[in-house]
């Protein structure tokens, strides 16, 4: 029988779209997802746990981490911290049979269209531009300056939207997520 090697799954979308809302969604409802863990230099908010929502790292563990080889990709995100994907995990994923789904950023899923062309690519959509700035605004974890960046930052990945496979509407959470997990399930078939 010829096992075939599942295809990694990539999520991205504009800031404050909901990308880590629907992957904290399925972390809770549908555990037998393999969600990538990515590292991270920002400090974690309340409520994250570091090994569940992220690896916390300092700005020299990642540059360590980026001379090993060991990230799959990585990004400057919104030009102050730096996220990546750690390499070796998804790898041994992939090689176990599991699809890994990975909530990264635009440029991140540009840098794995260049590694793993095979990936299928989600882009997850506001319902509309001005839904995108209420959430930004409403989510209030940001001050005025950090929100027009991270706006100015939102506007370029809106356009970014017909590079990708398929679009999920986040007009609401669980159906969005069930949507990405029916997906993923239609592609093991
Ligand atoms: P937050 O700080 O709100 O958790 O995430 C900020 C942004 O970083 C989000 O757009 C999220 O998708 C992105 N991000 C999270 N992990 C990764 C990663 O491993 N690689 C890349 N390129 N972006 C990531």
Redesign the pocket.
């Known amino acids: 029988m010829k096992s075939v090697r599942p295809r990694p799954v990539v999520l991205?979308g504009p800031?404050a779209v909901g990308?880590?809302t629907v992957s904290g969604y399925i972390r809770e409802h549908f555990p037998h997802v393999w969600l990538?863990i990515?590292?991270?230099t920002?400090p974690p908010r309340p409520g994250e746990e570091d090994g569940r929502h992220?690896y916390f790292v300092s700005n020299e563990e990642f540059d360590t981490m980026i001379e090993r080889g060991d990230m799959l990709?990585?990004?400057l995100?919104?030009g102050r911290?730096r996220?990546?994907?750690p390499r070796y995990a998804v790898e041994k994923a992939l090689d176990d049979g599991f699809m890994p789904l990975?909530?990264?950023?635009l440029?991140?899923a540009r840098q794995i269209r260049e590694s793993m062309p095979e990936a299928l690519f989600v882009f997850l959509a506001p319902p509309s531009w001005d839904e995108l700035v209420r959430r930004l605004v409403g989510r209030g974890t940001e001050n005025e300056e950090e929100r027009t960046r991270r706006l100015a930052t939102a506007e370029v990945e809106m356009a970014a939207a017909d590079e990708f496979d398929v679009v999920i509407v986040n007009d609401d959470v669980r159906r969005a997520a069930e949507e990405l997990v029916s997906l993923m399930k239609s592609q093991r078939t």
Do not use: C, M, P
């Open positions: 991205a800031t990308k880590g990538s990515s590292a991270t920002r992220y990709e990585w990004a995100v919104h911290n996220y990546g994907t990975l909530e990264i950023d440029q991140g």
